[in-house]
């Protein structure tokens, strides 16, 4: 990575931080994406986006504490970012604590309601608390939604948008099937 100096160059040098841990990401190499997003956030403190993208590889490597703590740090730096609360809402119905990761998918879509990886989320959430009605409705807004916008709303692309298209349309299928 090329490190530049000044005020332009340290805002390159968080982005290509940010790049690189994302690419790591990707790969699934969580250690290698966990030093990259720390370092990101050693340069720049303040960035609410340092602090979710390293708090998604606390998510992924099961580390549910730190990366909530990571994750309300963004969110203290920037309230307006829809995938931080999304985040958030993850780590806790990973956690079990399932009504306070539907208000966090909620404030997600309040921030942006074409945030179809929410939506989707949100679908889940409420398929945990027998709510399948509520389940299928949230499924059926991803559905579309990413459709329109396949990048959930805000970054990169996701790999495999038809494969997520396709489950999203299977799950709706189902739950509406067992609605029935």
């Known amino acids: 990575m090329k490190v530049v100096t000044g005020k332009a160059g340290h805002a390159d040098t968080i982005r290509a931080l940010l790049d690189e841990g994302d690419d790591y990401l990707q790969q699934g190499e969580l250690e290698k994406a966990m030093e990259t997003f720390r370092e990101a956030v050693a340069r720049a403190p303040d960035s609410a986006v340092a602090h979710s993208k390293l708090g998604v590889v606390y998510a992924r490597q099961g580390r549910y504490e730190e990366a909530l703590g990571e994750l309300e740090r ?8 829809p995938s ?3 985040n958030i809402g993850n780590v806790l119905l990973e956690m079990g604590k399932v009504e306070e990761a539907i208000a966090s998918y ?3 879509i309040e921030l942006d309601p074409n945030y179809w990886i929410a939506h989707q989320n949100l ?3 409420y398929k945990r608390i027998g709510r399948i009605d509520l389940a299928v409705s949230e499924f059926k807004k991803a559905t579309r939604l ?4 396949p990048h959930g709303g ?3 692309r996701p790999l495999g948008c ?8 299977a799950m709706g299928l189902l739950l509406a099937l067992l609605a029935t």
């Open 74 to 81: 963004a969110k203290q730096l920037d309230p307006r970012i």
């Open 162 to 169: 038809l494969p997520v298209f396709l489950v999203l349309l």
């Open 123 to 125: 679908g889940i959430a």
């Open 84 to 86: 931080v609360h999304s």
């Open 154 to 156: 805000e970054g990169r």
């Open 146 to 149: 990413s459709l329109r916008q």
């Open 106 to 108: 909620q404030r997600a």
